[in-house]
Nanobody, 127 residues
Framework: QLQLVESGGGWVQPGGSLRLSCAAS????????IGWFRQAPGKEREGVSC????????NYAESVKERFTISRDNAKNTVYLQMKSLKPEDTAIYYC????????????????????WGQGTPVTVSS
């Protein structure tokens, strides 16, 4: 079965750091663009970051730019989201998703362009 599994979420104080992982099974990540999305209670799902299948292009929401870094390790079939300087407004459930409708050199934040979704990992930023 094709699956994505997120891990690494938890509780952290404002200003702290977390690294989220997205591991794939049933398919090879090397051929897919990977996006990170998040959803807070009462809010719409929003795109956070994405990385193209060849790893050469990354995009970030303005709210996380310069604080979050996305990367991929195809040998481990895993994509990471390194988060630093976390703020309370970053509190949400974080989802990773894989899509194969993009070119090798591009990715975006349109949910319907992604085929496979994980179950999410919660991140809570508070004092």
């Amino acid at each position: 079965q094709l699956q994505l599994v997120e891990s690494g979420g938890g509780w952290v104080q404002p200003g702290g750091s977390l690294r989220l992982s997205c591991a794939a099974s049933g398919f090879t990540l090397g051929g897919y663009a990977i996006g990170w999305f998040r959803q807070a209670p009462g809010k719409e799902r929003e795109g956070v970051s994405c990385i193209s299948s060849n790893g050469g292009n990354t995009n970030y929401a303005e709210s996380v730019k310069e604080r979050f870094t996305i990367s991929r390790d195809n040998a481990k079939n895993t994509v990471y989201l390194q988060m630093k300087s976390l703020k309370p407004e970053d509190t949400a459930i974080y989802y990773c998703a894989g899509g194969k409708t993009y070119t090798d050199t591009y990715c975006g934040a349109t949910p319907r362009r992604y085929d496979y979704w994980g179950q999410g990992t919660p991140v809570t930023v508070s004092s």
